[in-house]
Nanobody, 121 residues
Framework: QVQLVESGGGLVQPGGSLRLSCAAS????????MGWYRQAPGNQRVLVAT???????NYSDSVKGRFTISRDNAKNTVYLQMNSLEPEDTADYYC???????????????WGQGTQVTVSS
């Protein structure tokens, strides 16, 4: 049973910082991409950032230069350092990972339960 456990959300003032963490457990399959998505009330879930197992990162335009994604492969953990937070960053943030099925090298995606980030004065 694959589990993605997120932590680090909360309330922060505009201009502040938060660091999200997500640890994957419950499977020996190789983890390929890890990432973060977010969903604001009334909106669709959208990409924030992803990172491959070799460290190649991809960001949405709205967070480039403010957010940094990183991962610790030994701990199966992905992080999202969020700086210069804006009220528009308020959303539920979801961890996402793709694992490789050994039998055929296909990929299966898994989601975390979400952690809330609120940027408000």
């Amino acid at each position: 049973q694959v589990q993605l456990v997120e932590s680090g959300g909360g309330l922060v003032q505009p201009g502040g910082s938060l660091r999200l963490s997500c640890a994957a457990s419950g499977s020996a399959w190789r983890i390929n991409v890890m990432g973060w998505y977010r969903q604001a009330p009334g909106n669709q879930r959208v990409l924030v950032a992803t990172i491959t197992s070799t460290g190649t990162a991809n960001y949405s335009d709205s967070v480039k230069g403010r957010f940094t994604i990183s991962r610790d492969n030994a701990k199966n953990t992905v992080y999202l350092q969020m700086n210069s937070l804006e009220p528009e960053d308020t959303a539920d943030y979801y961890c996402y990972t793709k694992m490789v099925v050994p039998l055929d090298n296909s990929e299966i995606g898994y989601w975390g339960q979400g952690t809330q980030v609120t940027v408000s004065s």
